[in-house]
C-alpha cells in the first residue's frame, strides 16, 4: 500500500515561485512513476509533470521551462519546483503514482492560488 501526502501549496504573487513536495510511504515507491497533477475549478484534472524511477522526466507544454519535477528515492519524495507562476496555475496539485503493474496511488491535494 502506498499512501501521498502533498505540502508546499499556498498564496503567491504572479511571478513567484513555490515548491510541492510530496511524501511517500510504502515500500514500492522507488519503482513507481511519479507525477504531478492539477486540477482548476470546473477544469478536467491533468497532468503536469511526471518522472520514472530512473529519472525520466516528461512535462505538458505550457509548464515546460517553469516548472522542474525532481525525486529522491531514499527519502521517497517527490517535489515540483514552479517558477514563474500565473493566474491560470491556479489549481489543486495532486501527487500520483504509478505501479508497473497499472495501480494508481493518489494524494488528496494541496492548493495552489497565484494572485495579487
Known amino acids: 500500500q502506498v499512501q501521498l501526502v502533498e505540502s508546499g501549496g499556498g498564496l503567491v504573487q504572479p511571478g513567484g515561485s513555490l515548491k510541492l513536495s510530496c511524501a511517500a510511504s510504502?515500500?514500492?515507491?522507488?519503482?513507481?512513476?511519479m507525477a504531478w497533477y492539477r486540477q482548476a475549478p470546473g477544469n478536467e484534472r491533468e497532468l503536469v509533470a511526471s518522472i520514472t524511477n530512473g529519472g525520466y522526466t516528461n512535462y505538458a507544454d505550457s509548464m515546460k521551462g517553469r516548472f522542474t519535477i525532481s525525486r529522491d528515492n531514499a527519502k521517497k519524495m517527490v517535489y515540483l519546483q514552479m517558477n514563474s507562476l500565473k493566474p491560470e496555475d491556479t489549481a489543486v496539485y495532486y501527487c500520483?503514482?504509478?505501479?508497473?503493474?497499472?495501480?494508481?496511488?493518489w494524494g488528496k491535494g494541496t492548493l495552489v492560488t497565484v494572485s495579487s
Open positions: 510504502g515500500s514500492i515507491f522507488s519503482i513507481l512513476v
Open positions: 500520483s503514482g504509478k505501479a508497473p503493474w497499472g495501480m494508481d496511488y
